[in-house]
């Protein structure tokens, strides 16, 4: 206890006292993994900057978070450079040349159940390494093999096991997911035992780090590494080839960028949703005046749940690739488009979900699994990166000699439209499936900027279908209820995504009158069983001095300097 007070009192004594974990003037890494976030800060100590320490701890997140963190799979970045310009870089995953629109159905036209999910055939064309690569080529400083070395070196000589990874790697239904691949059950299950701060090694993983390290990000999509993930589609009746490998392309796109009150909101455009359904959300909320409302209160809750449900009927109906749909992303993302839908908002009773929409088919898959990150540099770069194999440990399916797992991100496509995905949501055909085609995504990096520009927050979350009212919750709480950023990150969430048509809350969430009111408001209510939604690893920047929150749902962990 005395220990702490004198921790307390020293940081209060260099920096004001801000609710965080961690605080810096020269950098701040917040992710999943102390072992990533001190690779970060290392990289930034040596010179690099906050890209580099992306790259860094992408790769470090390979290792030290197998069922998330990838080489194997895809995801986007947010950056806002310490000049003011700000970029968003999709490496999402794409379908296969060989695949159709119809391939996770029967003859019947009927989806066959798991077949997007844990098959060879759910696994989308990875872009993770492509993406580091694109990224370190325009933006980053230090020499590629001194960021991707340090993960090699975690994979030869191991990290300790943490209670999350614990978790999952004792997981029984994981373990059974793993062990349906025989390369999986060789690397991570037979022989091997995962017991709290157990020190892991992945030998072949390493081999690979080594190569990417030593021969550059091109060695995945035509090197050793490629001809490893052939062998291994072959292996499995996989589709993906040597003409996907080389044609994968990394986007460098304009972020969603648009104004919540007096802050401007930097985020994630398609392939991802993210950005496009979070100004729907938050242009809504500018309707509400929150000095007149308490903490999830009635009001604030039922608005809320409102206001998502029509945003995510917009994500159904609009989103997708935007290389192979239109999208009128300046008319959704206008304040008078969110104006007209808030004004259609009852204040005393919850509109169902089916008179919203045609009727739809409705699931309660429950499960989120991706990893988040955000970082900033001494000259003020921001990068907010989430990236993810869609379900834990993704298809499940390793490549063979290679050490690493592949993505079950087929799934995020709508395999049949109106179908639920694995997060219970639905798409329809603007995401059908398409040779080439990126698959929608709802993970939101975003960017949060003051009125002069100048960084504000660095958000974003793991969640599937949650991770777009995460963020919002995070930007709500900072913003409309002055909260410091570890209590943005910590306090209880809840979520409302259209279908299923019900709100899911956290646990100890809610109080008892908060409840009866929504129920007598025809809103229906679920607990979430788990760790809770999402995991905001947040960095807030008040007067150039950096904040970083880690959020305790899955153990995440900063580290500054
Ligand atoms: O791209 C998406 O939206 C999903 N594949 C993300 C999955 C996810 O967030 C899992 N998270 N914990």
Redesign the pocket.
């Known amino acids: 206890m005395k220990i702490i007070f004198k921790i307390i009192l020293f940081t209060h004594f260099v920096y004001p006292f801000v609710s965080s974990d961690v605080s810096g003037k020269n950098g701040v890494v917040v992710s999943s993994k102390i072992q990533a976030s001190d690779i970060g800060i290392n990289i930034m100590k040596n010179g690099g900057n906050a890209i580099d320490a992306a790259i860094g701890v992408c790769f470090a997140l390979a290792v030290t978070h197998p069922s ?1 963190g990838n080489i194997g799979g895809g995801g986007f970045m947010v950056i806002k450079f310490a000049d003011g310009k700000s970029t968003a870089i999709d490496f ?1 995953e794409t379908a296969p040349i060989l695949s159709t629109e119809n391939m996770f159905q029967d003859e019947n036209g009927e989806v066959i159940q798991s077949m997007s999910t844990s098959s060879s055939l759910s696994v989308g064309v990875p872009g993770t390494v492509a993406g580091m690569g694109y990224v370190y080529e325009k933006y980053a400083t230090l020499p590629w093999k001194d960021l991707v070395y340090p993960s090699f070196l975690l994979a030869k000589y191991g990290f300790e096991l943490d209670l999350h990874n614990h978790y999952l790697f004792n997981n029984p239904s994981l373990i059974n997911k793993l062990n349906q691949d025989k390369v999986s059950r060789k690397v991570f299950v037979e022989n091997k035992s995962y017991n709290l701060k157990d020190n892991i090694i992945q030998a072949e993983l390493a081999e690979t780090l080594l190569r990417i390290a030593n021969y550059g990000y091109k060695e995945f999509y035509f090197g050793q590494t490629a001809d490893n993930i052939i062998s291994c589609m072959k292996r499995k009746n996989g589709i993906i080839s040597y003409d996907d490998l080389a044609s994968y392309r990394v986007n460098e796109l304009n972020p969603i960028e648009f104004k919540y009150r007096d802050y401007n909101v930097i985020s994630m455009p398609p392939s ?3 950005g496009i359904t979070l100004a729907i959300i938050l242009n809504q909320l500018e309707n509400l005046d929150f000095s007149d409302m308490m903490f999830q209160d009635y009001q604030h809750v039922h608005y809320m749940a409102e206001i998502s449900k029509l945003a995510y009927v917009d994500r159904y109906k609009y989103l997708g690739d935007i290389n192979f749909i239109d999208i009128p992303i300046n008319y959704l993302k206008s304040q008078a488009y969110a104006d007209s839908l808030f004004n259609s908002i009852d204040k005393n009773i919850s509109k169902s979900s089916s008179d919203l929409h045609d009727s739809i088919k409705v699931s309660n898959n429950e ?5 988040h990150y955000s970082i900033i540099d001494k000259y003020g770069n921001c990068v907010s990166v ?1 990236t ?1 194999l ?3 440990f993704g298809s499940g399916i390793t490549v063979d000699n290679s050490g690493f797992l592949l993505n079950n ?1 087929m ?2 496509f709508s395999i049949k439209p109106g179908y639920p995905n694995m ?1 219970g949501i639905i798409g329809s055909d603007k995401n059908s499936i398409k040779p080439s085609k990126r ?5 939101t990096p975003t960017i949060v900027t003051n009125s002069d520009n100048s960084p504000l927050l660095i958000t974003g ?7 777009i009212t995460t963020v919002t919750q995070v930007i709500n709480n900072v913003i409309d209820f002055n909260m410091e950023i570890k209590d943005a990150v910590e306090s209880k969430r809840f979520h409302q995504q259209w279908f299923p048509d019900v709100i899911q809350i956290e646990k100890n969430s809610l109080n008892t009158e908060v409840i009866n009111k929504l129920l007598d408001a025809k809103h229906s209510l679920i607990y979430r069983s788990d760790t809770g939604l ?2 905001a690893n947040s960095i807030m920047i008040i007067d150039n001095l950096y904040y970083g929150a880690s959020d305790s749902r899955r153990g995440a962990k900063a580290s500054a300097y």
């Open positions: 998330a999402r991802s949703s993210g499960s989120e699994e991706t990893t989430t993810t869609n379900g834990w991100e799934d995020d997060y698959m929608l995504s709802s993970m979350s793991p969640g599937g279908s949650t991770i999402g995991e």
